[in-house]
């Protein structure tokens, strides 16, 4: 797929269109800085990108289906989509430092034990770490689209390697109230 390609899924507001100047996003994903063509705005590509991750995800679940590793192609897309962060979170994912933390009630929250030591908080399902490195690469900068853990949670799914926990509810709330404490 090339910027060519998209199409804004709505029209860009007054101030969003970007004219002739490259995309962030669009250098992120490799399609080489090109120029935006009138009326294709950022928010356009915001959308496509993490469909194409997810499409990768998804290839690669089959392809581990069938034989258990990840071929060396989806391997070398991981890298190009994620640079070093690929390799940072395959090494997490081969540690096991992932672990589905799940309830009675149906929540669930991964917890993913860092290089570091520290265990960082995980929302799969609205895209959320609780590191330093999402606060700031990916929430403030914009500069990627998921940091090392989440990463490595999504790999871990495709794998089949995450760790498992059952919690009561009242265990797992208080997981994450422990969590919010020692936010600084």
Not at 145 to 167: E, F, G
């Amino acid at each position: 797929m090339t910027h060519a390609d998209v199409t804004p899924s709505r029209p860009a507001p007054a101030g969003e269109l970007l004219g002739s100047s490259a995309c962030r996003r669009c250098l992120l994903a490799g399609w080489g800085g090109l120029p935006f063509e009138e009326g294709v705005s950022c928010g356009a590509m915001a959308v496509v990108l993490p469909a194409v991750v997810e499409q990768l995800l998804s290839e690669m679940a089959a392809a581990v289906q069938e034989s258990a590793q990840i071929p060396d192609e989806y391997l070398l897309s991981l890298k190009f989509l994620f640079g070093s962060s690929a390799t940072q979170a395959l090494d997490l994912v081969d540690r096991q430092s992932i672990t589905l933390i799940s309830s009675p009630s149906g929540r669930r929250v991964y917890q993913v034990l860092g290089s570091s030591g520290k265990t960082y908080t995980c929302l799969a399902s609205c895209h959320y770490c609780s590191c330093p490195a999402f606060a700031f690469s990916v929430l403030r900068k914009s500069d990627s689209i998921l940091c090392k853990h989440l990463l490595a949670v999504y790999l871990s799914q495709v794998m089949r390697t995450c760790q498992q926990l059952s919690v009561s509810d009242k265990q797992l709330t208080d997981i994450l109230l422990m969590e919010k404490k020692q936010e600084p």
